[in-house]
Antibody
Framework: EVQLVESGGALVQPGGSLRLSCAAS????????MSWVRQAPGKGLEWVAN????????HYVDSVKGRFTISRDNAKNSVFLQMNSLRAEDTAVYFC????????????WGQGTLVTVSS | DIQLTQSPPFLSASVGDRVTITCRAS??????LAWYQQKPGKAPKLLIY???TLQSGVPSRFSGSGSGTEFTLTVASLQPEDFATYYC?????????FGQGTRLDI
């Protein structure tokens, strides 16, 4: 059974940093692109970042470029999101998702972890 | 960026009804469109990809159609578990974007 379990969400002050983790199981992690998608409270879904199988191809939404870094550790079946210079508008539930093949179709999702940016 | 506009934003229906949700793209995205279902407090679930391909395990009462700039998600006969919010999403180019959602209520 495919499982994605996020962790690391917390309350952080504006300008602060946070690192999210997503532990994957139930599939051959190193064969898949992975992604982070977020959802602000009461709002819709927003794609944040993608990373390919070996980390050599990475894409970000413009609003997080230069502040967020996606990475992965295939030995630990994990994907990460390092978030720096956090803003109030980054407040959201952050979902880790697996991509279907090499295209951005999110076929499995974690349960999400809440990041709150507030003073 | 490609914008996706869903209509209607809210939809009230009854068990057994046939409902259709529309997603319009701001430019031609071929058939690079997926649909997701999200229930409160839960992660989204993939229903349909490539406009009309049903994801494994999704009931056949769900169907998708369209290409280019106009797409539809149809639920043939609503079941109680289908009341949720539905999102479309394109993968034509980066950044991938989602529609704003359609909330389907009883």
């Amino acid at each position: 059974e495919v499982q994605l379990v996020e962790s690391g969400g917390a309350l952080v002050q504006p300008g602060g940093s946070l690192r999210l983790s997503c532990a994957a199981s139930g599939f051959t992690f190193r064969n898949y692109w992975m992604s982070w998608v977020r959802q602000a409270p009461g709002k819709g879904l927003e794609w944040v970042a993608n990373i390919n199988q070996d980390g050599s191809a990475i894409h970000y939404v413009d609003s997080v470029k230069g502040r967020f870094t996606i990475s992965r550790d295939n030995a630990k079946n994990s994907v990460f999101l390092q978030m720096n210079s956090l803003r109030a508008e980054d407040t959201a539930v952050y979902f880790c998702a697996r991509l279907y093949g090499d295209v951005t179709i999110f076929d499995f999702w974690g349960q999400g972890t809440l990041v709150t940016v507030s003073s | 960026d490609i914008q996706l506009t869903q209509s209607p934003p809210f939809l009230s229906a009854s068990v057994g009804d046939r409902v259709t949700i529309t997603c319009r793209a701001s430019q031609d995205i071929s058939n690079f469109l997926a649909w997701y279902q999200q229930k409160p407090g839960k992660a989204p679930k993939l229903l349909i990809y490539t406009a009309s391909t049903l994801q494994s395990g999704v009931p056949s009462r769900f169907s998708g159609s369209g290409s280019g700039t106009e797409f539809t998600l149809t639920v043939a006969s609503l079941q109680p578990e289908d009341f949720a919010t539905y999102y479309c999403q394109h993968r034509h180019s980066y950044p991938v974007t989602f529609g704003q959602g359609t909330r389907l209520d009883i």
